[in-house]
Each structure stands twice: as C-alpha cells, then as structure tokens.
C-alpha cells in the first residue's frame, strides 16, 4: 500500500510539471500565477458593464440613464390612470392657482369677469378643457408644447380684459400663468421633453432649430400677429366692440392702436407660435410614403387615388406644420369664442366670434409663413 500510494504521487507530480511548462523547479512562474489567478477570477465573477461602458452610458448624447428612469417611471403608472391623472392635476392646479391670484389681487379678475352661472356653461367649460388635454395627450405633445399651445388658447382673452375692460398688468399675468401652468405641469411630471426640445438628440436638419434660425422664425411670427392685430384694432374691431361688448370700458386702445403699442404682446404671441409649429415641422425627415407622393402619375392612377393625391398629397413634413397650424386654430377659435361669450359679462356670441376670428386668422397667417420659410 504505502509503494502505490508513493507510485501515485509521483504520477501526479510528473503529470503536474508536464502540464506546467510555465513551472521552474517546481515553482510556478509569476506569468503562470496571474493567469491562473485571472482565470479563477473570470470564472467566479459575473460579467458585468466596465466602468468605461457604463460612463459611456451616462454620458451619451441621448439622454443615457435619466430618460430610462423618467420612462421607468412613467411606465409603472398604469396606462388607463395616466389621462384621468393629468386631468385631475391640471384642474387642481387651475383652482389652487385661481384662489391664490383671488388673495393677491383682492379679486380684480372677478370684476371684469364672471363665473360660469348655469350647469350647461360650467359642462362646456369643463368639457372643453378635457378636450385640449387630452389633444395634447394623445396627440404626443409634451410639457413645452401644451404650454406654447396653452399660451397661444387663452392669451387673447387674457389681452382683450387687459386692454379693454382695464385689467392690471399683474393680474393678467397672474391668471394667464396659472391656465399655462396648469395645463403644462401634468405633462412635464409624466412624459418627458421630446427628442425636437433636447439640443443633444440627432435629428434631421437640427440646424434649422438653431437659435439663429428660431429668432428668425419668432421674428417672422411677431411681425404677422402686429399686422393684423393692428389692423384690425384699427378697421375692424372697434365698430363690433360697441354693437356686441356691453360695457366694454376703454375703447381708446383700439383707435389708438400702434405697432410699438403692441409689440409686447405679439412677441409673446410668435414665440409662442414660432416655437409650437416650426421646430417638429422642420426636423421631420423624409418617409416611404414622401415617394408615394412624389412619384404620382395622374394618367395611371385611379379616381380614389387622384382623391386622395388632391386632397392629403402632401409629404409627412407638410403634414406635421399643416396639423400644428390646424391645432392652433382649433384650440385659439374655440377658446377664444368661450372665453369671451361665457366668463365676460356683456358679450354676445357674434362678438365673441368675431373676436375670436382675428387672432385665428393671424394663426392661420403665421403657420403659412412658417411653413414657407421651413419647406424643403
């Protein structure tokens, strides 16, 4: 027994030193050591990102972690419960924000307006405003674009209370902060800023959103709102207000009018405009589908696809600052109409109509310039 267990040992001790051609007298060399170590240590360790790789991560132009983590985080609310919470929020917002605004003025907005007074008012109301959130909702638009689109909806009833029925200055701030507040502050806490509002994400044509090219734009949109609002401050205003606006206070603004009067408040107005239509308009790409409109032949198509071709024969580009300006007109007509019709005493429906047609009109005005200046 005791001569094989010798005879064993010394087999394995010849089959060590043949398998360690890196061992010199039976000591291992320190090459053989750290990869013997190495190897022990692949085998024992899980594989994970290097320190390199997850600095890379962080660090990269798209956003890294922290877009990961507000979706992560948007994600774990259920899909069903996002709208309905975006609603309740704003409407909270709105009536905390209208409270503190009473406090502070000592209620100068309740003089010149009034509250809706019948349940069919208060449902149109309310019904409307559930509408342009959920537009912006399901229509993808994030925190800065509902506060551009909020802005744009409820300034000119803000500006026709200032100018005319002698709002201060403060107040009128104050309240159309709340209803841009309101309206945004859901959005920016459960959807992120899209990829046209982030200066590190790769878009096409990035450049045409640089800030040479947006004060262009907001340029161009405050010159068409001073034209026509002058105008028709001028020509055409001041004849409704004295049939439709009973007890309107100061007319003196609307004869008076001046570009420099006005500035002000129009450049509030293109940047606000300038910034909701031309920067997804500009940056949209081409798609398979611009082919399909490129290449129509009239001769071979049929009478559905002629139709068609007439009526939505446009490229994705066009289609994008044709739905932006359609937005625009949408909620500043509508809102504009209700605002003056239900929340200002005195104001029939065809002035508020009329009124409303104006600041529609230079809506209308400014996404056609826009879209001139960003075409292909």
Known sequence: MPTLRRATRAGSARAHVDAGADEVNGVATPEKLRDNVNKAVEKVTPKRRSGDDAALVASSPSGGARPDREAASTARIPTLVQFPLVAAISFATASLGYSVVAELTQGELAGVSRSPGTREEIAILAGWRIFELALSWFGGLDGLDVAMMDFLSHGPAMYLLFA??????????????????????????????????????????????????????????????????????????????????????????????????????????????????FPPFATTGKTKEDERVTNFDPAEASLGETVWWNFWGYTTKAKVAIGRTAVTLLVTGVNTYLACAMTIPGVEPEGAAAYAGVWVFAALCTGLGLGLVGRD
Not at 179 to 203: I, Q, T, W
Not at 212 to 228: E, F
């Open 164 to 277: 005319f029925y002698n709002l201060s200055a403060k107040t009128t701030i104050a309240a159309l902060a709340v209803d841009v507040v309101s309206a945004s502050v859901p959005f920016s806490l459960l959807r992120p800023l899209s990829a046209v509002h982030k200066p590190s994400s790769a878009l096409p044509n990035r450049e045409l959103i640089g800030w040479p090219l947006q004060l262009l734009t907001a340029g161009l949109s405050t010159s068409i709102y001073s034209v026509v609002l002058v105008s028709s401050l001028r020509f055409l205003l001041p004849s409704i207000f004295v049939v439709h606006f009973e007890g309107l206070r100061n007319l003196e603004p609307a004869y008076s009018a001046s570009y420099l009067a006005v500035l002000p408040v129009t450049l509030l107005f293109g940047i606000a405009a300038s910034t909701f239509i």
